[in-house]
């Protein structure tokens, strides 16, 4: 309702003319100009962390919620770049009783391009954020045709179905990161090493020769846990297992999969074990992987 009371003179001339619409902008582009003035997206969080405009923004957008829910306080440096995620080292808020925080944050492609995605996918169902399942007839036509809603509810579900992994693995007392929270493309879990020099991949460490056995049992005695648990890592190998001060935890598991109904969960466990015998080898660790395997499973009856 516009107002259209006004008080003119003989000479003047009143001529209303319809406001144009502002175009709605993305919130990419509304960071991006906030990032250009020199201010910040949410009041108060300037993570000290130097990088790219880009990368900046990135930042930005997926870590800010948890600056303002309390859960960190700064962003200070990149721990790993990768074609799926970059990992930060955050410091942490002190309600979450931690020092420093990871923050994972995905590639959105990452799950659109992921080889052979439609193996781990097998029999799950498609979770959001709070790690519900999403169940309706559009959701189903959007994946099988592979929409864009197909590809962002795909994407959704394989970080739901890595921090609900993580979480139920944590309280299991498995050899896992503890998660903290997850938005819809970032997860918070435990940090592991010192701010400066992050915990490597088992796979760039050299062993003392008293420490190879007792690690191996303990990874092989985490791959029971898991599927004592109904999960299967998927993708286990010395790449994703950090190490730091003699131990171990087992980290990455988007792919994880259910065991009573992913009917290649087995193929899957095994390729697990025999990835893990394979490293330990140069050790001197002669195993059976297949026999190893087929042990874990047999123990459980599953199938």
């Given amino acids: 309702m516009f107002d259209y009371s006004y008080n003119l003179d003989d000479s003047e001339e009143f001529t209303y003319r319809k ?24 009041e108060g969080f300037n993570p000290s962390f130097h990088s790219s405009r880009h ?8 870590l800010g919620g948890f600056y303002e829910d309390h ?32 923050a994972k944050v995905y590639r ?7 080889k052979n995605d439609a193996l781990y996918r097998q029999g799950k169902g498609v979770l959001n954020t709070e790690g519900k399942q999403t169940r309706g007839r559009r959701e189903a036509l959007a994946m099988q045709k592979n929409t864009r809603l197909g590809q962002t509810l795909r994407h ?39 701010q400066l020099w992050p915990a490597p991949a088992l796979v760039n460490v050299t062993l003392q020769a008293d420490e190879a056995q007792p690690l191996f049992d303990r990874i092989m005695s985490n791959i029971e846990l898991m599927l004592a648990h109904d999960l299967v890592h998927g993708d286990l190998s010395a790449h994703n297992i950090l190490y730091w001060e003699g131990g171990v935890k087992i980290i990455d598991f988007p792919q994880a999969v ?36 087929a042990e874990i499973w047999g123990r459980y009856q599953v199938g």
Wanted: with cysteine; hydrophobic share 35%; aromatic share 8%.
């Fill in 19 to 42: 406001p144009r619409k502002t175009p709605k902008r993305s919130r990419a582009e509304v960071v991006a100009e906030l990032i250009e003035q020199g201010d910040d997206t949410r």
């Fill in 55 to 62: 990368e900046r923004e990135w930042i930005l957008t997926y």
């Fill in 71 to 102: 859960m960190i306080t700064d962003v200070l440096r990149q721990v790993k770049g990768g074609k799926e995620a970059n990992v930060y080292c955050c410091q942490a808020h002190p309600v979450t009783g931690a020092e420093l925080i990871a």
């Fill in 108 to 114: 959105p492609r990452m799950f659109r391009t992921l």
């Fill in 156 to 194: 959704l579900s394989w970080l739901s179905n890595e921090f609900q992994a993580m979480s139920k693995l944590h309280e299991a007392g498995a050899d896992v990161p503890r998660p903290f929270a997850q938005s819809d493309n970032a997860i918070l879990m435990e940090y592991l090493g010192e």
């Fill in 258 to 293: 259910n065991p009573y109904v992913n009917p290649d969960a087995y193929t899957l466990l095994e390729r697990d074990v025999t990835r893990v015998c394979q490293y330990f080898t140069r050790y001197g660790i002669a195993s059976d992987p297949e026999e190893l395997a």
